[in-house]
């Protein structure tokens, strides 16, 4: 178990608590603060905010507007699932790699290494495909249509953040090319 200092940084729900656990506390520590010197195209900020619309936009759609609440029983039910296997995947991706940060860096204090091993011998960010899956699922688990919408916009951020994080470890991670060679995709086998 982990000092009570050290878990301050871990209140964002069950599922995160279980995955801050299975980390060092200073990893952790670094997922939540952004660090000087880190590319931040606004991604952070407009993933924050979109995650946050997306829940609220569920929340007033299926218990006050009723505007496109009517996600079947089925739909909501896979969603559940897809949301739920997609956050597994996340975890997996932040377990894995140590250096898993929501700002593009790298951790020279830390000695920054490539990882590639669990989920990341078959995509190069694992971790945002988890993201990019879970938000708009939550929306129809919640039963919206209409929070789709910003949940969708979320995904758009994280792809194109994915995008910008890939050139800047090609030109900073020493390795990073060459594994970009044997794992060819960025977030989903076969397509990208």
């Keep these: 178990m982990l ?12 599922t995160g608590r279980l995955v801050m656990l299975a980390v060092h506390p200073d990893l952790a520590e670094g997922r939540v603060h952004a660090q000087k010197g880190a590319l931040d195209s606004g991604a952070r900020l407009a993933s924050g905010f979109l995650f946050l619309v997306t829940v609220v936009a569920a929340a007033l759609d299926v218990g006050r507007l009723h505007e496109s609440d009517w996600v079947v029983a089925g739909a909501r039910l896979a969603a559940l699932l897809a949301f739920s296997a997609a956050l597994a995947f996340q975890a997996s991706a932040m377990i894995v790699d140590p250096f898993f940060s929501p700002v593009i860096r790298l951790q020279g204090e830390r000695n920054h290494q490539l990882v590639t091993r669990g989920p990341y011998r078959l995509l190069r960010h694992p971790g945002y495909l988890g993201m990019v899956v879970a938000i708009p699922a939550s929306a129809l688990a919640l039963g919206s249509w209409l929070a789709l919408i910003p ?21 900073n991670l020493p390795g990073y090319t060459d594994y970009g060679g044997r794992v060819r995709y960025r977030l989903l086998p076969g397509i990208w």
């Design 151 to 171: 949940g969708l916009a979320f995904s758009v951020v994280i792809v194109r953040r994915t995008a910008c994080e890939d050139r800047f470890l090609k030109m």
């Design 3 to 14: 000092p009570v200092g050290d878990r301050r940084a871990y209140t964002s729900g069950a």
